[in-house]
Protein backbone atom coordinates (compact mmCIF):
# COMPACT_ATOMS: atom_id res chain seq x y z
CA UNK A 1 0.00 0.00 0.00
CA UNK A 2 1.33 3.58 -1.14
CA UNK A 3 1.69 6.25 1.77
CA UNK A 4 2.73 9.78 1.22
CA UNK A 5 5.20 11.31 3.41
CA UNK A 6 4.64 15.14 4.54
CA UNK A 7 8.49 16.50 4.19
CA UNK A 8 6.92 20.10 4.00
CA UNK A 9 3.67 21.17 4.64
CA UNK A 10 3.59 24.37 3.20
CA UNK A 11 1.07 27.51 4.82
CA UNK A 12 -1.49 25.47 4.89
CA UNK A 13 -2.10 21.60 3.41
CA UNK A 14 -5.59 19.21 4.61
CA UNK A 15 -7.79 16.58 3.26
CA UNK A 16 -10.98 17.50 1.52
CA UNK A 17 -13.08 15.73 -0.06
CA UNK A 18 -17.14 17.23 -0.79
CA UNK A 19 -17.82 16.94 2.90
CA UNK A 20 -20.17 16.66 5.43
CA UNK A 21 -23.64 17.90 3.92
CA UNK A 22 -26.98 16.87 5.83
CA UNK A 23 -25.93 17.69 9.24
CA UNK A 24 -26.26 21.59 9.42
CA UNK A 25 -29.25 20.41 11.83
CA UNK A 26 -27.08 19.55 14.56
CA UNK A 27 -24.87 22.15 13.77
CA UNK A 28 -22.53 20.35 11.44
CA UNK A 29 -21.06 22.36 9.10
CA UNK A 30 -20.42 20.60 5.03
CA UNK A 31 -16.96 22.12 4.66
CA UNK A 32 -15.22 19.78 2.38
CA UNK A 33 -12.76 21.45 -0.52
CA UNK A 34 -13.11 25.40 -0.94
CA UNK A 35 -12.85 25.12 -4.86
CA UNK A 36 -15.39 21.72 -5.66
CA UNK A 37 -14.88 22.05 -9.20
CA UNK A 38 -10.88 22.08 -8.81
CA UNK A 39 -11.43 18.83 -6.46
CA UNK A 40 -13.69 17.13 -8.98
CA UNK A 41 -11.88 17.75 -11.68
CA UNK A 42 -8.84 15.90 -9.86
CA UNK A 43 -10.22 12.96 -8.91
CA UNK A 44 -11.46 12.81 -12.81
CA UNK A 45 -8.12 12.82 -14.24
CA UNK A 46 -7.09 10.11 -12.12
CA UNK A 47 -10.14 8.02 -12.32
CA UNK A 48 -11.34 8.42 -8.50
CA UNK A 49 -15.02 9.09 -7.81
CA UNK A 50 -15.56 12.71 -7.71
CA UNK A 51 -16.07 12.77 -3.97
CA UNK A 52 -12.78 11.17 -3.05
CA UNK A 53 -10.36 12.45 -0.72
CA UNK A 54 -7.47 14.77 -2.21
CA UNK A 55 -5.06 17.12 -0.81
CA UNK A 56 -6.29 20.99 -0.32
CA UNK A 57 -2.63 22.74 -0.87
CA UNK A 58 -2.74 26.58 0.16
CA UNK A 59 -0.45 28.91 -1.44
CA UNK A 60 2.37 25.83 -2.52
CA UNK A 61 5.49 25.43 -1.22
CA UNK A 62 4.96 21.52 -0.35
CA UNK A 63 6.68 18.47 -1.10
CA UNK A 64 6.13 14.83 -0.50
CA UNK A 65 7.19 11.29 -0.69
CA UNK A 66 5.81 8.36 -1.80
CA UNK A 67 6.21 5.16 -1.14
CA UNK A 68 5.30 3.35 -3.69
CA UNK A 69 3.91 3.99 -7.37
CA UNK A 70 1.03 6.46 -7.55
CA UNK A 71 -0.66 7.94 -9.85
CA UNK A 72 -1.26 12.19 -9.27
CA UNK A 73 -2.90 14.72 -10.72
CA UNK A 74 -2.73 18.78 -9.76
CA UNK A 75 -5.66 21.39 -10.24
CA UNK A 76 -6.84 24.84 -9.22
CA UNK A 77 -3.99 27.10 -8.21
CA UNK A 78 -1.16 27.10 -11.16
CA UNK A 79 1.84 25.88 -9.27
CA UNK A 80 5.35 24.67 -10.90
CA UNK A 81 5.08 20.66 -10.18
CA UNK A 82 8.19 18.27 -10.40
CA UNK A 83 9.07 15.01 -9.74
CA UNK A 84 12.13 14.02 -8.00
CA UNK A 85 13.08 10.14 -9.09
CA UNK A 86 16.98 9.14 -8.43
CA UNK A 87 18.82 12.61 -8.79
CA UNK A 88 16.83 13.77 -12.19
CA UNK A 89 14.23 16.29 -11.47
CA UNK A 90 10.94 15.98 -14.36
CA UNK A 91 8.54 19.16 -14.26
CA UNK A 92 4.66 17.65 -14.06
CA UNK A 93 2.13 19.64 -16.56
CA UNK A 94 -0.75 20.76 -14.10
CA UNK A 95 -4.91 19.42 -15.03
CA UNK A 96 -2.78 16.02 -16.24
CA UNK A 97 -2.64 13.01 -14.90
CA UNK A 98 1.36 12.08 -14.13
CA UNK A 99 2.94 8.98 -12.56
CA UNK A 100 4.80 9.20 -9.08
CA UNK A 101 7.32 6.51 -8.84
CA UNK A 102 7.95 4.86 -5.78
CA UNK A 103 10.00 6.58 -3.44
CA UNK A 104 9.58 9.85 -5.44
CA UNK A 105 9.40 12.88 -4.20
CA UNK A 106 7.11 15.66 -5.61
CA UNK A 107 7.69 19.38 -4.94
CA UNK A 108 4.72 21.85 -5.83
CA UNK A 109 6.12 25.57 -5.98
CA UNK A 110 4.77 28.51 -5.00
CA UNK A 111 1.13 29.10 -6.27
CA UNK A 112 1.47 31.94 -9.26
CA UNK A 113 -2.04 32.00 -9.89
CA UNK A 114 -4.99 31.64 -7.63
CA UNK A 115 -4.52 30.11 -4.08
CA UNK A 116 -6.02 26.85 -3.76
CA UNK A 117 -3.97 24.01 -5.49
CA UNK A 118 -5.83 20.39 -5.39
CA UNK A 119 -3.26 17.14 -5.48
CA UNK A 120 -5.53 13.85 -6.11
CA UNK A 121 -3.71 10.63 -5.94
CA UNK A 122 -5.69 7.26 -7.26
CA UNK A 123 -7.25 5.75 -4.38
CA UNK A 124 -7.92 8.77 -2.67
CA UNK A 125 -6.65 9.70 0.44
CA UNK A 126 -7.62 7.17 3.07
CA UNK A 127 -7.05 9.19 6.49
CA UNK A 128 -10.49 7.61 9.37
CA UNK A 129 -14.14 9.57 7.93
CA UNK A 130 -15.75 11.56 10.48
CA UNK A 131 -19.47 11.57 10.08
CA UNK A 132 -19.14 10.40 6.38
CA UNK A 133 -16.03 12.42 5.35
CA UNK A 134 -12.98 12.93 5.40
CA UNK A 135 -12.34 16.64 5.27
CA UNK A 136 -11.25 18.86 7.77
CA UNK A 137 -13.93 21.66 9.18
CA UNK A 138 -11.27 24.33 10.37
CA UNK A 139 -13.79 25.94 12.36
CA UNK A 140 -15.37 23.13 13.78
CA UNK A 141 -12.33 20.96 14.64
CA UNK A 142 -13.98 18.14 12.85
CA UNK A 143 -11.76 15.51 10.53
CA UNK A 144 -8.09 15.63 10.25
CA UNK A 145 -5.68 18.10 11.59
CA UNK A 146 -3.80 20.12 9.05
CA UNK A 147 -0.38 17.99 7.42
CA UNK A 148 2.40 18.76 9.21
CA UNK A 149 6.17 17.50 8.25
CA UNK A 150 6.53 14.15 9.44
CA UNK A 151 2.93 12.81 8.75
CA UNK A 152 1.69 9.51 6.69
CA UNK A 153 -1.33 9.62 4.75
CA UNK A 154 -1.96 6.23 3.20
CA UNK A 155 -4.15 5.79 -0.22
CA UNK A 156 -6.86 4.04 -0.64
CA UNK A 157 -7.78 1.19 -2.72
CA UNK A 158 -8.90 2.08 -6.36
CA UNK A 159 -12.49 1.51 -7.01
CA UNK A 160 -13.62 2.78 -10.17
CA UNK A 161 -12.05 2.35 -13.63
CA UNK A 162 -9.04 4.35 -15.09
CA UNK A 163 -9.53 5.87 -18.12
CA UNK A 164 -7.02 7.59 -19.21
CA UNK A 165 -6.68 11.26 -20.06
CA UNK A 166 -4.27 13.53 -21.41
CA UNK A 167 -5.06 16.64 -20.23
CA UNK A 168 -7.96 18.79 -19.12
CA UNK A 169 -8.61 21.88 -21.20
CA UNK A 170 -8.74 24.22 -18.19
CA UNK A 171 -6.90 27.60 -17.91
CA UNK A 172 -5.17 29.07 -14.32
CA UNK A 173 -7.21 30.88 -12.15
CA UNK A 174 -7.33 34.53 -13.26
CA UNK A 175 -4.26 37.15 -12.00
CA UNK A 176 -6.22 40.55 -12.28
CA UNK A 177 -9.75 41.56 -11.41
CA UNK A 178 -12.55 39.00 -10.70
CA UNK A 179 -15.90 38.99 -11.63
CA UNK A 180 -18.41 37.36 -9.03
CA UNK A 181 -22.21 37.00 -10.33
CA UNK A 182 -24.53 38.09 -6.78
CA UNK A 183 -28.31 37.85 -6.36
CA UNK A 184 -29.95 40.09 -3.51
CA UNK A 185 -29.40 38.17 -0.39
CA UNK A 186 -32.30 37.42 1.96
CA UNK A 187 -31.45 40.63 4.21
CA UNK A 188 -30.80 43.30 1.81
CA UNK A 189 -33.35 45.33 3.23
CA UNK A 190 -31.43 45.46 6.65
CA UNK A 191 -29.18 47.62 5.13
CA UNK A 192 -29.57 50.80 3.51
CA UNK A 193 -31.49 51.09 0.25
CA UNK A 194 -28.10 51.12 -2.02
CA UNK A 195 -26.41 48.60 -0.35
CA UNK A 196 -26.54 46.42 -3.36
CA UNK A 197 -25.49 49.02 -5.65
CA UNK A 198 -22.53 50.11 -3.92
CA UNK A 199 -21.48 46.47 -3.67
CA UNK A 200 -21.59 46.36 -7.05
CA UNK A 201 -20.19 49.67 -8.15
CA UNK A 202 -16.59 49.54 -7.24
CA UNK A 203 -13.98 46.20 -6.67
CA UNK A 204 -13.56 44.73 -2.96
CA UNK A 205 -9.91 43.53 -2.05
CA UNK A 206 -9.57 40.29 -0.62
CA UNK A 207 -8.13 41.01 2.51
CA UNK A 208 -4.46 39.05 3.97
CA UNK A 209 -6.72 37.46 7.24
CA UNK A 210 -8.92 35.60 4.70
CA UNK A 211 -9.06 31.55 5.67
CA UNK A 212 -11.59 28.75 4.66
CA UNK A 213 -14.18 29.96 6.77
CA UNK A 214 -14.05 33.46 4.92
CA UNK A 215 -13.25 36.24 3.09
CA UNK A 216 -12.77 39.62 4.92
CA UNK A 217 -12.98 42.13 1.98
CA UNK A 218 -11.88 45.79 2.03
CA UNK A 219 -14.32 48.48 -0.02
CA UNK A 220 -16.89 51.22 0.57
CA UNK A 221 -18.45 50.83 4.00
CA UNK A 222 -22.24 49.29 3.48
CA UNK A 223 -24.27 50.66 6.14
CA UNK A 224 -27.28 49.04 7.86
CA UNK A 225 -30.13 50.42 7.49
CA UNK A 226 -31.80 49.51 10.97
CA UNK A 227 -30.42 48.64 14.53
CA UNK A 228 -32.47 45.46 15.88
CA UNK A 229 -30.62 42.61 16.29
CA UNK A 230 -31.25 39.65 13.67
CA UNK A 231 -32.23 36.44 15.03
CA UNK A 232 -29.31 34.15 14.03
CA UNK A 233 -29.85 32.20 10.56
CA UNK A 234 -29.04 29.64 8.28
CA UNK A 235 -25.83 30.27 6.29
CA UNK A 236 -24.54 28.87 2.71
CA UNK A 237 -21.14 29.42 1.11
CA UNK A 238 -20.96 32.57 -0.88
CA UNK A 239 -22.95 34.08 1.89
CA UNK A 240 -21.93 37.97 1.84
CA UNK A 241 -22.69 39.16 5.48
CA UNK A 242 -21.85 42.61 6.66
CA UNK A 243 -21.15 43.69 10.02
CA UNK A 244 -22.21 46.00 12.09
CA UNK A 245 -19.02 47.96 11.12
CA UNK A 246 -20.19 48.32 7.39
CA UNK A 247 -16.98 45.72 6.15
CA UNK A 248 -17.93 42.77 4.35
CA UNK A 249 -17.38 39.16 4.84
CA UNK A 250 -17.84 36.42 1.81
CA UNK A 251 -18.22 33.19 3.29
CA UNK A 252 -16.81 29.71 2.05
CA UNK A 253 -16.70 26.16 2.97
CA UNK A 254 -16.05 26.19 6.43
CA UNK A 255 -18.44 28.78 7.01
CA UNK A 256 -20.52 28.88 10.31
CA UNK A 257 -23.88 27.19 10.48
CA UNK A 258 -25.83 29.97 11.50
CA UNK A 259 -24.64 33.96 11.24
CA UNK A 260 -26.13 36.68 12.65
CA UNK A 261 -25.17 39.75 10.96
CA UNK A 262 -27.80 40.81 7.56
CA UNK A 263 -26.50 38.95 4.09
CA UNK A 264 -27.09 41.68 1.56
CA UNK A 265 -25.63 39.29 -1.77
CA UNK A 266 -25.20 35.78 -2.29
CA UNK A 267 -22.42 34.71 -5.00
CA UNK A 268 -23.75 31.94 -7.16
CA UNK A 269 -22.51 28.52 -6.38
CA UNK A 270 -20.14 28.04 -9.97
CA UNK A 271 -18.78 31.74 -8.57
CA UNK A 272 -17.88 30.55 -4.90
CA UNK A 273 -14.96 27.95 -6.40
CA UNK A 274 -13.75 31.45 -8.87
CA UNK A 275 -14.08 33.07 -5.23
CA UNK A 276 -12.53 30.26 -3.08
CA UNK A 277 -9.04 31.08 -5.86
CA UNK A 278 -8.55 34.80 -5.10
CA UNK A 279 -5.38 35.91 -3.35
CA UNK A 280 -5.05 38.23 -0.89
CA UNK A 281 -4.83 41.89 -2.60
CA UNK A 282 -6.83 40.71 -5.58
CA UNK A 283 -10.01 42.83 -6.57
CA UNK A 284 -13.41 41.53 -6.39
CA UNK A 285 -16.11 42.90 -9.13
CA UNK A 286 -19.17 41.97 -7.94
CA UNK A 287 -22.21 41.57 -10.84
CA UNK A 288 -25.73 41.91 -9.89
CA UNK A 289 -27.34 38.93 -11.71
CA UNK A 290 -31.85 37.93 -11.66
CA UNK A 291 -32.30 35.84 -8.64
CA UNK A 292 -34.45 32.69 -9.12
CA UNK A 293 -38.09 32.87 -9.38
CA UNK A 294 -39.72 30.88 -6.66
CA UNK B 1 -44.55 31.99 5.65
CA UNK B 2 -42.58 33.78 3.29
CA UNK B 3 -39.86 31.98 0.95
CA UNK B 4 -37.05 34.18 0.64
CA UNK B 5 -34.21 33.27 -2.44
CA UNK B 6 -30.87 32.54 -1.29
CA UNK B 7 -27.89 32.95 -3.79
CA UNK B 8 -28.84 29.60 -6.57
CA UNK B 9 -28.49 26.83 -4.34
CA UNK B 10 -31.05 27.31 -1.32
CA UNK B 11 -33.82 29.25 -0.12
CA UNK B 12 -34.87 30.79 3.29
CA UNK B 13 -38.50 30.05 4.76
CA UNK B 14 -39.09 33.11 6.96
CA UNK B 15 -41.52 31.82 9.31
CA UNK B 16 -43.42 33.73 12.74
CA UNK B 17 -41.40 32.41 15.76
CA UNK B 18 -39.67 29.46 16.79
CA UNK B 19 -43.11 26.81 16.76
CA UNK B 20 -43.65 27.54 13.07
CA UNK B 21 -40.00 26.66 13.01
CA UNK B 22 -40.11 23.19 15.10
CA UNK B 23 -43.69 22.42 13.09
CA UNK B 24 -41.86 22.69 9.42
CA UNK B 25 -38.76 21.31 10.64
CA UNK B 26 -41.14 18.13 11.64
CA UNK B 27 -42.69 18.16 8.73
CA UNK B 28 -39.65 18.19 6.22
CA UNK B 29 -38.34 15.50 8.66
CA UNK B 30 -41.24 13.17 7.47
CA UNK B 31 -41.00 14.56 4.09
CA UNK B 32 -38.02 16.08 2.61
CA UNK B 33 -38.71 17.28 -1.26
CA UNK B 34 -36.82 15.83 -3.99
CA UNK B 35 -32.98 17.68 -3.99
CA UNK B 36 -33.02 19.17 -0.51
CA UNK B 37 -29.65 18.22 0.83
CA UNK B 38 -29.31 20.35 4.12
CA UNK B 39 -32.04 21.83 6.61
CA UNK B 40 -30.51 24.42 8.46
CA UNK B 41 -33.21 25.71 11.73
CA UNK B 42 -32.70 28.61 13.40
CA UNK B 43 -34.47 31.30 15.94
CA UNK B 44 -36.99 32.21 12.91
CA UNK B 45 -36.35 30.47 9.80
CA UNK B 46 -35.49 27.42 7.76
CA UNK B 47 -32.94 27.50 5.26
CA UNK B 48 -33.15 24.58 2.66
CA UNK B 49 -30.44 23.82 0.70
CA UNK B 50 -30.24 21.64 -2.46
CA UNK B 51 -28.91 20.06 -5.24
CA UNK B 52 -28.93 22.15 -8.57
CA UNK B 53 -27.98 18.68 -10.78
CA UNK B 54 -31.80 17.65 -9.07
CA UNK B 55 -34.04 20.44 -8.51
CA UNK B 56 -34.71 24.01 -8.85
CA UNK B 57 -35.85 26.53 -6.25
CA UNK B 58 -39.01 27.10 -7.81
CA UNK B 59 -39.72 22.96 -6.91
CA UNK B 60 -38.55 23.14 -3.50
CA UNK B 61 -41.00 26.46 -2.86
CA UNK B 62 -43.40 24.73 -4.01
CA UNK B 63 -42.97 21.44 -2.13
CA UNK B 64 -42.73 23.83 0.61
CA UNK B 65 -45.60 25.52 0.31
CA UNK B 66 -47.74 22.01 -0.10
CA UNK B 67 -46.15 20.86 3.29
CA UNK B 68 -48.75 21.18 6.46
CA UNK B 69 -46.76 21.95 9.53
CA UNK B 70 -46.96 19.14 11.60
CA UNK B 71 -47.79 19.70 15.53
CA UNK B 72 -44.51 19.58 17.34
CA UNK B 73 -45.82 16.50 19.31
CA UNK B 74 -45.57 14.56 16.12
CA UNK B 75 -41.50 15.51 16.32
CA UNK B 76 -40.33 11.42 16.34
CA UNK B 77 -37.25 13.00 18.27
CA UNK B 78 -37.61 11.50 21.57
CA UNK B 79 -37.05 12.63 25.10
CA UNK B 80 -33.85 12.75 27.34
CA UNK B 81 -33.24 13.36 30.83
CA UNK B 82 -29.83 15.19 31.75
CA UNK B 83 -28.71 15.29 35.42
CA UNK B 84 -27.44 18.52 36.61
CA UNK B 85 -25.21 19.51 39.93
CA UNK B 86 -26.40 23.21 39.93
CA UNK B 87 -23.10 24.70 40.74
CA UNK B 88 -22.49 26.86 38.25
CA UNK B 89 -20.70 30.12 38.39
CA UNK B 90 -22.80 32.06 37.57
CA UNK B 91 -25.46 31.23 39.26
CA UNK B 92 -25.63 33.84 41.97
CA UNK B 93 -25.76 36.27 39.59
CA UNK B 94 -28.69 34.72 37.23
CA UNK B 95 -30.68 34.43 40.87
CA UNK B 96 -30.00 37.77 41.72
CA UNK B 97 -30.92 38.94 37.85
CA UNK B 98 -34.05 37.14 37.84
CA UNK B 99 -35.40 37.70 41.75
CA UNK B 100 -35.64 34.19 41.92
CA UNK B 101 -32.62 33.53 43.98
CA UNK B 102 -30.42 30.27 43.81
CA UNK B 103 -33.04 27.69 44.56
CA UNK B 104 -35.44 29.49 42.52
CA UNK B 105 -33.30 29.02 39.43
CA UNK B 106 -32.61 25.65 40.35
CA UNK B 107 -36.49 24.84 40.47
CA UNK B 108 -37.18 26.65 37.46
CA UNK B 109 -34.82 24.98 35.50
CA UNK B 110 -35.36 21.74 36.48
CA UNK B 111 -39.19 22.08 36.80
CA UNK B 112 -40.04 22.76 32.80
CA UNK B 113 -39.75 20.48 30.02
CA UNK B 114 -37.37 21.99 27.08
CA UNK B 115 -37.73 21.69 23.55
CA UNK B 116 -34.49 21.62 21.43
CA UNK B 117 -35.45 24.32 18.83
CA UNK B 118 -32.25 24.24 16.86
CA UNK B 119 -28.63 23.76 16.32
CA UNK B 120 -25.67 25.90 16.55
CA UNK B 121 -22.40 27.32 17.40
CA UNK B 122 -20.95 24.36 17.53
CA UNK B 123 -21.53 20.93 16.37
CA UNK B 124 -24.12 19.49 19.06
CA UNK B 125 -24.79 23.05 20.86
CA UNK B 126 -28.80 22.79 21.24
CA UNK B 127 -30.76 26.03 21.65
CA UNK B 128 -33.48 25.00 24.32
CA UNK B 129 -36.51 26.63 24.65
CA UNK B 130 -40.14 26.22 26.53
CA UNK B 131 -38.50 26.78 30.00
CA UNK B 132 -39.63 29.28 32.51
CA UNK B 133 -39.90 32.72 30.95
CA UNK B 134 -38.70 34.42 34.46
CA UNK B 135 -35.12 32.56 33.48
CA UNK B 136 -34.54 34.98 30.50
CA UNK B 137 -31.08 36.40 30.92
CA UNK B 138 -28.78 38.52 29.00
CA UNK B 139 -25.58 36.96 27.69
CA UNK B 140 -22.51 37.73 29.92
CA UNK B 141 -20.77 41.44 29.06
CA UNK B 142 -17.64 40.06 29.59
CA UNK B 143 -17.47 36.31 27.71
CA UNK B 144 -15.34 33.50 28.80
CA UNK B 145 -12.18 32.42 26.85
CA UNK B 146 -13.01 28.97 27.72
CA UNK B 147 -16.46 27.41 29.17
CA UNK B 148 -16.16 23.28 30.07
CA UNK B 149 -17.31 20.93 28.70
CA UNK B 150 -21.08 19.94 30.02
CA UNK B 151 -21.23 23.31 31.07
CA UNK B 152 -25.07 24.04 31.38
CA UNK B 153 -25.89 27.76 30.57
CA UNK B 154 -28.68 30.34 30.00
CA UNK B 155 -28.95 33.17 27.45
CA UNK B 156 -31.42 34.99 26.36
CA UNK B 157 -34.84 32.76 26.19
CA UNK B 158 -32.57 29.61 25.69
CA UNK B 159 -30.58 26.84 27.50
CA UNK B 160 -27.93 24.81 26.31
CA UNK B 161 -24.80 22.43 27.26
CA UNK B 162 -21.49 23.32 25.93
CA UNK B 163 -20.69 19.87 24.13
CA UNK B 164 -16.96 20.07 23.76
CA UNK B 165 -14.86 23.24 25.86
CA UNK B 166 -15.42 26.22 23.57
CA UNK B 167 -15.42 30.87 24.32
CA UNK B 168 -18.64 31.37 25.51
CA UNK B 169 -20.70 34.26 26.83
CA UNK B 170 -23.61 32.73 28.59
CA UNK B 171 -24.05 32.44 32.02
CA UNK B 172 -23.09 29.06 33.70
CA UNK B 173 -25.83 27.42 35.88
CA UNK B 174 -24.57 24.13 36.42
CA UNK B 175 -22.87 21.07 34.91
CA UNK B 176 -23.58 17.57 33.44
CA UNK B 177 -21.23 14.79 32.78
CA UNK B 178 -24.04 13.46 30.38
CA UNK B 179 -22.01 13.47 26.99
CA UNK B 180 -24.00 15.22 24.48
CA UNK B 181 -21.96 14.68 21.57
CA UNK B 182 -20.34 11.49 20.64
CA UNK B 183 -19.02 11.05 17.33
CA UNK B 184 -19.42 7.53 17.02
CA UNK B 185 -23.32 7.89 17.82
CA UNK B 186 -25.28 8.03 15.30
CA UNK B 187 -27.08 10.91 15.31
CA UNK B 188 -23.93 12.21 16.95
CA UNK B 189 -25.97 14.62 18.82
CA UNK B 190 -27.98 14.26 21.78
CA UNK B 191 -29.59 17.41 21.70
CA UNK B 192 -31.24 17.55 17.92
CA UNK B 193 -34.19 19.74 17.11
CA UNK B 194 -37.15 18.34 18.13
CA UNK B 195 -35.64 16.50 21.14
CA UNK B 196 -37.39 17.29 24.74
CA UNK B 197 -35.20 17.79 27.69
CA UNK B 198 -35.37 17.85 31.04
CA UNK B 199 -32.64 18.68 33.90
CA UNK B 200 -32.69 16.83 36.60
CA UNK B 201 -30.97 18.59 39.56
CA UNK B 202 -28.32 15.75 41.50
CA UNK B 203 -26.38 16.65 44.69
CA UNK B 204 -22.85 18.55 44.43
CA UNK B 205 -20.49 15.29 45.28
CA UNK B 206 -17.30 16.30 46.91
CA UNK B 207 -14.35 14.17 45.69
Redesign the interface.
Known sequence: MTTLHVLEPGLLTTVQDLGR????????G?SGAADRFALRLANRLVGNPEDAAALEITGGGVRLRASGAALAALTGAACSVSVRDGGRSVPAVLNAPFSLPGGAELTIGPAGAGLRAYLALRGGIDVPP??GSRSTDTL?G?GPAPARAGDALKLGTPRTPFHPVDLAPVGPPPTGDLPLRV????RASWLQADGLDVLTSAPYVVRSDSDRVGMRLDGPILRWARAAEL??????P??LQVTPSGTAVLFLADH???GGYP?LA????DDVDRAAQARPGQRLLFRAVQ???? | MRLIPYGDAALLVDLDGLDAVLGLSAALENQLPDGVVDVVPAARTVLLRFDRSRTTAAQVASAVRRLTAAPVEQFGAGQVEIPVVYDGADLAEVGRLTGLGVDGVVEAHAGATWTVAFCGFMPGFGYLVGGDPRLRVPRRADPRTRVPAGSVALADRYTGVYPRPAPGGWQLIGRTERPTWDLDADPPALLRPGVRVRFVPMSTRTP
Open positions: PGRAALGVRVLSLVPGPPSEGLVGAPVTVVVLEAPNL
